[in-house]
């Protein structure tokens, strides 16, 4: 699949969430967006100051496209989509925690409680959360850089990356 091509694909199955995306489509996909994010970022800075409306536009007319090709390129390595929102719910998890915490203890910073006193094992257990979020994050990354089954798996046949084949 070229570069060109996976654009395309991804952006023409924006929520088709079903089926198999190959690596070349998804990292290619993945690096278009890094491309235009880099370009909004310097356009951004260039035209409003630090301000971020193309950034900020970017996000939201990629987030569906990224989402479902992601999906579908964890159901090529035989996983479920699921597995996509993992970082994400432990990161929120943590914040919540840490904000919900943070607001019963009504102390400043530097008297919050450690480890050694009674409330220390709240913030024992909510360290624990980036440490799952890096990991998870990481295991995603693996995941989705594996190679695809080669034959068909309970999500579909095996995505064809050939130019002359059409995507279903």
């Not at 890094?34 to 950034?55: E, S």
């Not at 943590?94 to 480890?115: K, N, S, W, Y």
């Not at 006193?117 to 989705?144: A, D």
């Amino acid at each position: 699949m070229t570069f060109g091509r996976a654009i395309r694909t991804c952006l023409r199955k924006f929520v088709r969430f079903g089926g198999r995306a190959s690596r070349a489509e998804y990292w290619f996909f993945v690096l278009a967006l890094v491309i235009a994010t880099w370009v909004t970022g310097t356009l951004d800075y260039m035209l409003f100051d630090g301000r971020h409306p193309l950034g900020l536009f970017l996000t939201v007319v990629t987030f569906l496209p990224v989402t479902s090709a992601g999906w579908r390129r964890l159901h090529d390595v035989d996983r479920r989509g699921w597995w996509l929102l993992l970082p994400g719910v432990a990161s929120l998890i943590f914040l919540v925690g840490a904000f919900a915490i943070r607001g019963l203890t009504a102390q400043p910073m530097a008297e919050i409680p450690t480890v050694t006193n009674s409330e220390g094992w709240l913030y024992t257990i909510l360290l624990g959360f980036p440490v799952v979020s890096l990991v998870s994050t990481i295991w995603l990354v693996v995941l989705l850089a594996r190679k695809g089954d080669p034959q068909d798996n309970r999500f579909g046949p095996a995505p064809q990356d050939g130019e002359g084949v059409a995507d279903a």
